[in-house]
């Protein structure tokens, strides 16, 4: 099949006689209703707070009010399998799959060039560039051709999936599985760990979230919170929950640990900053379903494993760049980034499965990244 040729920004990219100031820089705005992305300036304004001076891009106006725009870094292109020399952040309405946005016309025309399935990217979504990598760069900068280049790749690979979408395919079933919360372990004798079909669609279709320590190891997921069931839900006050709420789900609220080192806390949009989860994982969680974004069949094992290292292997990171292990030197962000890992995970994998061979068990699940 041939490919498609790729649509590349309006307006030239090197002509800098419109920028409007120096605090201007030059980004890329892939529009709803226009198939070519547009070069946009951004105001990137100087700030200063307890660690220095950086610059804030203020992408707000590009979204509209109440927009709540999520910033994605992207340091490495997995086409090229390559690191890239600055980073290039992709903003996006965070609530776009359930807040009424329209398809985006120009990021379609992007995945239009190569066949197969890929994200249901919604809504606005703008580009803007930051010298350096890591965690902490504080200066804007312009993009150019070959960060396009690198956006597009992004979109190309992100949740891509070589099979044609069908109708069969857009509703078919995947194996998931369900974190059961107390109400449902105690009263309802139902495992930790069960394993669910559901509707990959219906999981999708409505509001979900997903984990940053999933996405930092490699094993990107979607969650979406499960209907109280009513013979517990208005049974609160039952002695078989010794006085512990029955919506009590701690896997599910560690899985949810924010891995943004410049978040910071921000209650009225549910924000708790670094190393906590939101408030909408810290109340009333109840039972949540996972499914992998590839589709691809998870297993209670594999859920169990990554439930463990958030909450007994990276929980205590975050503490310890928090200051909890005093008088020892805080771990940096940056440290406690580079710990979480695919690395990491996997040994917390393999020590899973010693445990479970000791105590008799010899779980079937395959190993997880073999999938």
Known sequence: MPTRRLAHPQAPFFDASS??????????????????????????EWRDDEDGRYQYADVAPFFGPDAF?????????PVLQRELSDTVYVCYRDTFLNDGSKANNSVAAITATKPGQYHDWRGPIIAYGMAGLGTDQTACKDLNMTDFRH?????????YNPTPATPQTTSMKVMGVRINCLGDRKLLNKPSYEPVEVSFTGVISSEHDTSDIADRIGFPIFTKRCPPDPRWAKNQENGIFNGECPFNNQDATFLHQCCDPKSGFDLPRGQLGWGWASTQWQNSVGSVIVVRQDQKPLSPLHVEALCKYCRNEIRPLFGHSMGEYSPEEPLSKEAVLAMISRSTFVILWYKLLDEKHKEGEFPNAPYPFDL
């Open 69 to 77: 725009p999520k910033p994605t870094p992207i340091q490495y292109n």
């Open 19 to 44: 920028r409007p100031t120096d605090e201007h820089l030059r980004a890329i705005l892939f529009p709803v209703d226009d198939r070519k992305p547009q070069v946009v300036w951004v105001h990137c």
């Open 151 to 159: 956006i597009a790749d992004y979109f190309l690979s992100y949740g």
